[in-house]
């Protein structure tokens, strides 16, 4: 196989040339996360003829489409039912799910916590962007408290979900979350999402500077990229500072949202579990047989 | 050098604003939307770190290196990356 180092050459191998350029807002971050998916790619050195994205409805579920590769592209939140069909009928696909805050959290949110909780083999990339982008910026379930939305335009006064932490609960096996504006850790943190056996979730916080940033009075595009680099902290800083630091430095980093890996288990996935289940049970049917004979 | 897909270009300017050592700048020729996409300065400063061929939203920039000798990175005159927890005041 032909090393790639340039962008170039990953277009050429990875991307729907007649699809380009996207259709994707100047400034948003989805476009970066697709290429952060294209270099974890490259260096597993996957075949592409085994991977399958799937995707439902809404901006970050456009990105299968510019891939030269099998996609499913599915009704609204509906994307982890399919991709666990893809996976049953042959568990030797890597399924990779690109999803929103709105698809995975508020219209599908049964569906995650069930592929999760049965821990089925399957990477879930949630480009959160706090808010419904494409259907003109409804308020999304992981908006935070106070921002403003079409549908709260006084406000938002319903607390934030944190799909992360939601992930660890239910036993994902591996749960990370990322902004888009720093790219060695999200590469590495794909990577080991894709090698993973069980439910991988990463989460990606994206800029909206269309639907969220206009609306929030965040400035243009360079300050809404600085403001995630502003709000966010990395976990470890972040339970140093609660541990041992002082009142004023608790109050600094209070409201920051946390950054980094927050789950890393080796828990059997689902397809294990099912075919181990299969073989006792083919066993258990031999021995009767003979026993008959 | 950095190549650029200026009909891909939609002029976020991303790649301007992050670049470690300020060697890129807004090119004086409009392409097809009607934006300005980036180029590098005159006198080339670029250290090949690859930051904005990573960050570019529509995989516009290529970055390809003259010289095999110049590889190595130039040192970083100043530091505009953020940590990745955003920096505590």
Known sequence: MVEIKTADELNKKFLREGMWPTIFCNGCGHGVVLEYTFWALEELGLDMDKVIFASGIGCSSRLPGYINADGLHTTHGRAIAFATGIKAADPDFHIIVFTGDGDCAGIGGNHFIHAARRNIDMTVIMINNFIYGMTGGQLAPTAPLGSVATTAPYGNIEH?????????????NYVARWGVSHPYQPIKSIKEGLQKKGFSLLEFLAPCPTAYGRRNKLGDIKKHWA??????????????????????????????????????????????????????????????????? | MIEVREDWCKGCNLCIERCPIDALEESDVLNRRGIRPP???????????????????????????????????????????TPVGGKIK
């Not at chain 1, 600094?252 to 890996?261: E, S, T």
């Not at chain 2, 770190?49 to 010289?67: K, M």
């Open chain 1, 227 to 293: 403001w995630y680099d502003d709000n966010t902290i990395l976990i470890e800083d972040y339970e140093k500072i609660m541990t041992y630091g002082s009142e004023e430095e608790k109050e600094q980093v209070k409201d920051k949202i946390q950054l980094g890996v927050f789950q890393d288990i080796q828990k059997p996935g689902f397809f294990e579990s099912y075919e181990k289940l299969v073989d006792r049970l083919k066993e258990k049917e031999a021995k009767t047989k003979e026993g008959k004979k």
């Open chain 1, 160 to 172: 934030p979900f944190d799909i992360c932490d939601l992930a660890c609960a239910l036993g994902a």
């Open chain 2, 39 to 81: 180029r590098l300065k005159k006198e080339n400063e670029c250290n090949y770190c690859r930051l904005c061929e990573l960050i570019c939203p529509d995989l516009a920039i290529t970055v390809i290196s003259d010289d095999p000798d110049e590889e190595e990175k130039k040192p970083v005159k100043k530091t505009l990356l």
